[in-house]
Protein backbone atom coordinates (compact mmCIF):
# COMPACT_ATOMS: atom_id res chain seq x y z
CA UNK A 1 0.00 0.00 0.00
CA UNK A 2 1.01 3.21 -0.93
CA UNK A 3 0.33 6.12 1.63
CA UNK A 4 0.19 9.17 0.89
CA UNK A 5 2.26 11.77 2.76
CA UNK A 6 0.31 14.58 4.67
CA UNK A 7 2.14 18.05 3.73
CA UNK A 8 3.15 19.47 6.46
CA UNK A 9 2.35 23.32 6.35
CA UNK A 10 4.35 25.45 7.20
CA UNK A 11 3.77 27.00 10.52
CA UNK A 12 4.39 30.40 10.77
CA UNK A 13 3.02 33.66 13.07
CA UNK A 14 2.02 36.76 11.30
CA UNK A 15 3.09 39.43 13.21
CA UNK A 16 1.61 42.21 11.01
CA UNK A 17 -1.84 42.56 13.24
CA UNK A 18 0.17 42.57 16.40
CA UNK A 19 2.20 45.33 14.83
CA UNK A 20 -0.79 47.05 14.63
CA UNK A 21 -2.16 46.86 17.30
CA UNK A 22 0.95 48.10 19.25
CA UNK A 23 1.28 51.48 17.18
CA UNK A 24 -2.62 51.61 18.33
CA UNK A 25 -2.20 51.34 21.97
CA UNK A 26 1.06 53.45 21.19
CA UNK A 27 -1.15 56.16 19.48
CA UNK A 28 -3.92 55.62 22.70
CA UNK A 29 -1.17 56.46 25.67
CA UNK A 30 -0.29 59.54 23.30
CA UNK A 31 -3.15 61.49 22.75
CA UNK A 32 -4.53 60.18 26.24
CA UNK A 33 -1.44 61.83 28.30
CA UNK A 34 -1.40 65.43 29.30
CA UNK A 35 1.51 66.95 28.29
CA UNK A 36 0.72 70.65 30.61
CA UNK A 37 3.80 71.62 32.66
CA UNK A 38 3.56 74.19 34.89
CA UNK A 39 6.39 76.70 34.22
CA UNK A 40 7.44 79.83 36.43
CA UNK A 41 8.55 83.25 35.24
CA UNK A 42 12.28 83.85 37.16
CA UNK A 43 11.60 87.31 38.20
CA UNK A 44 15.61 89.21 38.57
CA UNK A 45 14.70 92.18 41.00
CA UNK A 46 16.68 95.26 39.96
CA UNK A 47 19.94 96.28 41.60
CA UNK A 48 20.71 100.05 41.87
CA UNK A 49 23.92 101.05 40.80
CA UNK A 50 23.86 104.97 42.05
CA UNK A 51 23.73 106.49 45.41
CA UNK A 52 21.08 106.43 47.72
CA UNK A 53 18.93 109.21 47.71
CA UNK A 54 18.94 111.85 50.26
CA UNK A 55 15.89 111.16 53.28
CA UNK A 56 12.82 113.09 51.87
CA UNK A 57 10.72 114.16 54.94
CA UNK A 58 7.34 115.10 53.25
CA UNK A 59 7.58 111.90 50.94
CA UNK A 60 4.38 109.09 51.11
CA UNK A 61 6.10 105.37 51.38
CA UNK A 62 4.09 102.31 50.74
CA UNK A 63 6.25 99.14 52.13
CA UNK A 64 4.55 95.96 50.79
CA UNK A 65 4.88 92.51 52.53
CA UNK A 66 5.40 89.68 51.33
CA UNK A 67 1.68 88.84 52.11
CA UNK A 68 0.81 91.48 50.28
CA UNK A 69 -0.34 93.91 53.38
CA UNK A 70 0.47 97.40 53.20
CA UNK A 71 1.69 100.05 55.16
CA UNK A 72 1.62 103.34 54.71
CA UNK A 73 4.24 105.90 56.58
CA UNK A 74 4.86 102.63 58.92
CA UNK A 75 1.05 101.82 59.48
CA UNK A 76 -0.66 98.84 58.70
CA UNK A 77 -3.72 99.25 56.52
CA UNK A 78 -6.59 96.81 57.83
CA UNK A 79 -7.53 95.60 54.14
CA UNK A 80 -5.27 94.83 51.49
CA UNK A 81 -7.82 95.51 49.01
CA UNK A 82 -7.62 98.73 46.64
CA UNK A 83 -10.19 100.66 48.24
CA UNK A 84 -8.82 100.51 51.63
CA UNK A 85 -5.65 101.83 49.84
CA UNK A 86 -7.90 104.33 48.02
CA UNK A 87 -9.47 105.77 50.95
CA UNK A 88 -5.62 105.76 52.61
CA UNK A 89 -3.79 107.62 50.29
CA UNK A 90 -6.91 110.03 49.57
CA UNK A 91 -6.34 111.57 52.79
CA UNK A 92 -2.76 112.30 52.17
CA UNK A 93 -3.41 113.60 48.76
CA UNK A 94 -5.07 116.47 50.18
CA UNK A 95 -1.59 117.34 51.32
CA UNK A 96 -0.47 117.63 47.56
CA UNK A 97 -0.33 114.88 45.21
CA UNK A 98 3.20 116.77 44.30
CA UNK A 99 4.83 114.29 47.00
CA UNK A 100 7.27 111.51 46.06
CA UNK A 101 5.27 108.44 46.17
CA UNK A 102 7.89 105.71 47.35
CA UNK A 103 6.42 101.89 46.96
CA UNK A 104 9.22 99.32 48.46
CA UNK A 105 8.06 95.82 48.13
CA UNK A 106 9.20 92.56 48.92
CA UNK A 107 11.10 90.41 47.19
CA UNK A 108 8.28 87.59 47.21
CA UNK A 109 4.91 90.07 47.79
CA UNK A 110 2.90 89.65 44.25
CA UNK A 111 3.22 91.45 41.03
CA UNK A 112 -0.38 92.55 41.51
CA UNK A 113 0.14 93.99 44.99
CA UNK A 114 2.80 96.76 43.35
CA UNK A 115 0.69 97.34 40.16
CA UNK A 116 -2.03 97.96 42.70
CA UNK A 117 -0.55 100.75 44.51
CA UNK A 118 0.28 102.66 41.41
CA UNK A 119 -2.62 102.30 39.78
CA UNK A 120 -4.48 103.69 42.32
CA UNK A 121 -1.67 106.65 43.12
CA UNK A 122 -1.74 107.34 39.09
CA UNK A 123 -5.62 107.68 39.90
CA UNK A 124 -5.83 109.79 42.71
CA UNK A 125 -3.01 112.48 40.94
CA UNK A 126 0.68 111.28 42.06
CA UNK A 127 3.25 111.91 39.38
CA UNK A 128 6.40 111.60 41.38
CA UNK A 129 6.25 107.09 41.96
CA UNK A 130 9.54 105.76 43.02
CA UNK A 131 10.20 102.40 43.40
CA UNK A 132 12.75 101.43 45.58
CA UNK A 133 16.09 98.89 44.65
CA UNK A 134 18.06 96.67 46.82
CA UNK A 135 21.85 97.44 46.37
CA UNK A 136 23.97 95.10 43.82
CA UNK A 137 25.39 91.53 46.56
CA UNK A 138 29.36 92.03 47.17
CA UNK A 139 30.55 89.28 45.41
Known amino acids: MKFRRQRLDEVSVNLTPLID??????????????FTRETRLGVVLPEASGLPQAEMTDQVEVVISAAGEYRI?????VRADADTLRSALLALSREGTDRPLMITADADSSHQSVV???DVAGQLGFVNITITTQEPAAD
Open 21 to 34: VVFLLLIFFMVSTT
Open 73 to 77: NGEQL
Open 116 to 118: RVM
